[in-house]
């Protein structure tokens, strides 16, 4: 018969001062995780807006203008924009997909606002994961300020 473990919950106060610094590393080790994870979320998004202001750019008045055409991300070509109501979507894993400025402009516009919503729920859990290491943080530093109490105590009761 297998059965699934549900974690436990334990009371950090129950905890002694070198579990409560095993369980601050993990902590802020979640933390820094996650706050890595909204500064490359802030990034994709700051890529997606920078695309839909590209796309509003393009003009009928542009054809056959000369413009460089980005290959990679440091590598770009001369190219002439020969229909200017037509984009390549890079729509992720290597596929592109035509489609005409408006609906380049609603794709993009539609990953900014999809990002928006994960930035909003990732920055709550980075709020609630700060608020659960400053705890921590309290509940150390009182065990520390008790275990240094507690030989001065002992000290001055045995004469």
Do not use: W
């Amino acid at each position: 018969m297998a059965s699934t473990a549900q974690p436990q919950q334990v009371n950090i106060a129950d905890l002694d001062i070198q579990q409560l610094a095993e369980v601050r590393r993990q902590l802020e080790e979640e933390l820094t995780h996650l706050t890595n994870s909204f500064a490359q979320l802030k990034q994709a998004q700051s890529k997606f807006k920078q695309c839909v202001d590209n796309v509003q750019e393009i003009k009928h008045k542009n054809t056959g203008t000369t413009i460089l055409v980005p290959l990679t991300n440091s590598l770009y070509v001369p190219g002439k924009l020969s229909d200017p109501e037509h984009v390549i979507v890079d729509v992720g894993t290597g596929y592109y997909v035509k489609k005409t400025r408006e609906e380049a402009r609603k794709y993009y516009s539609s990953k900014v606002e999809y990002i928006r919503s994960n930035l909003e729920s990732l920055s709550e859990t980075i709020q609630k994961k700060q608020e659960n290491v400053n705890y921590l943080i309290n509940v150390m530093q009182a065990k520390i300020g008790e275990q240094s109490q507690s030989p001065a105590q002992a000290s001055t009761s045995n004469p």
